[in-house]
């Protein structure tokens, strides 16, 4: 299962990550909710744990727009807030449950295969669409016009924030944060790799302008995004 945690407390943030690991969870970390809204909405995640309270943007908006744009990652809510009113808010916003601080680490592991084994038995499909261009976040596959593109985990990833993300323009800087699983600190030429190798796979499809060049700024999928759940 692969958790992305949004905490800006750097103490619980790294006990997040350490009861996670323990059990085996692949964990990315961010510590505020530009950051953690990016990463759901250009990521592939199975669960996310939000904290409310975030620099930036808080935990209840974060929720909401990622549900606004069709993210059907599982989500719990961490915080210290602990009336009816608060459980109720982060319900409404999109959230599948909510823990209250503090809590035991075996509550917060036993609530995420909870949540872990509803994922697994949902069956919705998410595929977005741009043009001939369709992208099937749930099932990890593209096609352009029906033809199938054999693409790398990394490829996949950076042509489906592009297609989610029609219309917008992103540096290479910004493509490296979203398409690649770690940090990556080498140059950002490798996007320009990437995404060379996924033109020529569209090209084959007969997709060679889906990807455009915005010159001195980076790339963006011109056509306008549809995003769809299937069940």
Known sequence: ???LVVESAASMAQ???AILQRRLFAVDV???????LERL???LYDIAVVEVMLPQRDGFSVVRAAREQGVTTLIIMVTACGGVEDRVRGLQSGADDYLVKPFADDELVARLNALSRR???RSRRVVISAGALSVDVSAHTASYAGTVLDLSATEFRLLAFLARNAGV???RRQLLTHAWTRAFDGPTNAVDVCVGAVRRKLERAGGGDVIATVHGLGYRIASQAALSAIS
Do not use: N
């Open 169 to 171: 323009t992103f540096s």
């Open 119 to 121: 994922a697994i038995h």
């Open 1 to 3: 299962m692969r958790v």
């Open 41 to 43: 909405l250009g990521q």
């Open 30 to 36: 961010v510590r505020d909710g530009e950051a953690g």
């Open 15 to 17: 006990r997040l990550r």
